[in-house]
């Protein structure tokens, strides 16, 4: 049974009366599945499309926001959806949601076709004087969805002229069926909207704030709208999916519980408002931004390998207006997850509100879609933790760095312990190289990539070894003739040896060997010092490539391995681990295939 169906059948039979742990009161109706527009398939140019033939009457809606469920499932959220009750009359419905199941789309809320009402809050709210906006949303430890949603309060003589968000509240869906189960007051339930933009790493959730104060207040082109407030973003977090909690705010320098304290990740001199959404990719934060909100020409795209920031513009496209810029407006952008829709390679989605000045409802007022070539996502110097496996023994990792910015290499190392000094993979600029590693997790089962350069990062688990091998936690560099340490500095002569001085103890040692910009094609072959050089190679490298490998050798009865290398290279080998048992490498390796045609 499909998610869709699945919905439908659970809102055919069930009225929700349950209370979600720490929530203050039961919900007492459950919404409706008013009707369902089904697209060719999910690709991001075909979203445009998805209120044309106006799916439960819906005309269209703004400030879309989607979640991913993590089923393959979507969660749409509107603020004010126009929704048709005849020929000639629109109502405005202050919320809507639709659950994406494939091209599928469940539109969502409550009342009935021809007399609708909110998907959230629809029983206590009060039309045009106090209604509730969602905000942003994230899936619980608890398996329940749970959607922030701003509380407003029309203080004006007409709709949206002094409107006034006044408080932050929390309603949570049963992941399943997405019906609502229970509402509380937000963590932070002031009129800050902690909930604005949500996201998760693996340690934590953000919650991040903007006060979306914005009809009304300062007079900006002669028309009174967004208040000062409105171009700051403050951050809140909260441990990974306790969504209850209550927050810490970013201060400027640490984590604390004083939310007065918090300040703006984002700039703000300049500017009428940030609208600012941040989503966690797994490697970095990226932030889109719909600079002023109604009054800016430009979508401003950024990544940081902080939730804190700062974000670093990546790219930026100017307003794509519906029409005439003295008729329409466009406002609030925001990021289509993976699961929403199928999209160009190496792109991010992206989708933007749109509105005519004058307020009038035409087909202008629905949203659009666009990509942005992503970025890539493993900034210099950056960190990225990687959950290993939970089995016995030591993980072999295949660890690929995927056409860098330049020259590098990635180190691979415990998340316990600092970044050493020794590398994995080595790498020139463009390249995609890839190696193995074999490292011992931390206590939490993670094992951290640091990067060099900017580049795509990719990591496979291939094997575990069994007991009998040592990782070394912090891996020792023992050579590196770029800078002497090994005692040699200088390039080593084609068809030159080097000896290798390796550390003392039992067993075979594991090496990380890299040629570095050889003067031509060849390989490198490691062998005990006490044989010949062998037909075999380790490391095989075109001119100018940096290429590492890694090789187990027996070391001589003084401890010493040697390198061979067919062509002029400088050469780094780095120690990253120990075999005692188990292992019986060949002294005088042989190669068995070799399918090349030679002249």
Known sequence: ?????????????????????????????????????????????????????????????????????????????????AVRLGPDEITIVHNIAALQDGACFSILYGGSRFDPEPFFFGDITQPYQRWY??????????????????????RGDDYLSHAVPVATHVVALD??????????????????????????????????????????????????????????VTVGRVPRGQLLATPQYWDGSTWQGDPTRAVSVVPTAGRIAHATQIVWTGASF??????????????????????????????????????????????????????????????????????????????????????????????????????????????????TAVVPSRAGHLTVFPCDRGVPTASNVNHGAGETVANLAMVRPDADGRVCVRSHSDGDLVVDHTAQLPDGFTPVDNPRRLV?????????????????????????????????????????????????????????????????????????????ATGRVCLYTAAEADLVVDHTGTWTDGIEPVDNPVRVTDTRLRP
Not at 216 to 224: D, L, M, R, S, T
């Open 1 to 81: 049974m499909s998610g869709r169906d699945r919905l439908l059948v659970a809102i055919a039979t069930f009225i929700v009366f349950a209370v979600a742990p720490g929530t203050a009161e039961p919900v007492s109706a459950a919404p409706s599945v008013q009707g369902v527009r089904c697209l060719s398939e999910a690709r991001i140019d075909l979203l445009d499309g998805l209120f044309d033939s106006e799916p439960a009457g819906v005309v269209g809606a703004d400030y879309q926001r989607a979640t991913a469920l993590g089923d393959g499932r979507v969660l749409w959220t509107f603020q004010d959806a």
């Open 133 to 154: 906006w969602p905000l942003g949303a994230e899936t619980a430890n608890d398996g329940k969805v749970y959607v922030f949603v701003a509380e407003l309060e029309e």
């Open 175 to 232: 992941g399943q069926t997405l019906l609502p189960v229970g509402r509380s007051p937000a963590p932070n339930s002031s009129a800050a909207l902690y909930g604005w933009s949500v996201t998760t790493d693996r340690d934590w959730t953000y919650l991040y704030a903007q006060c979306h104060r914005q009809f009304g207040f300062e007079e900006v082109n002669g028309i009174p709208a967004h208040d000062d407030c409105a171009e700051r």
């Open 286 to 399: 990226v932030s889109i931004d719909k600079l002023d909100d109604w009054w800016g020409d430009t979508v401003v795209f950024g990544r940081s390998a902080s939730p804190t920031g700062p974000f670093v513009e990546f790219d930026r496209v100017a307003e794509p207006l519906k029409c005439d810029e003295l008729e329409c407006n466009s406002f609030f952008a925001t990021w289509v997850p993976w699961d929403a829709a199928g999209r160009p390679a190496r792109t991010l989605g992206w989708t933007i509100s749109h509105n005519r000045w004058d307020g009038e409802i035409t087909a202008g007022y629905r949203p659009t879609f666009h990509t942005v070539p992503a970025p890539q996502f493993m900034p210099e110097g950056g960190i990225v933790a990687i959950d290993v496996p939970d089995r016995e023994g030591v993980p072999v990792l295949n660890v």
């Open 480 to 556: 590196d003739t770029r800078s002497g340490v090994g005692g040699v500095a200088g390039r080593v002569a084609a068809g030159g040896v080097f000896v290798v001085e390796v550390p003392d103890g039992v067993g075979v040692p594991v090496l990380n060997v890299t040629a570095v910009v050889p003067s031509g094609a060849g390989h490198l072959t490691v062998f005990p010092c006490d044989r010949g050089v062998p037909t075999a190679s380790n490391v095989n490298y075109g001119a100018g490539e940096t290429v590492a490998n890694l090789a187990m050798v027996r070391p001589d």
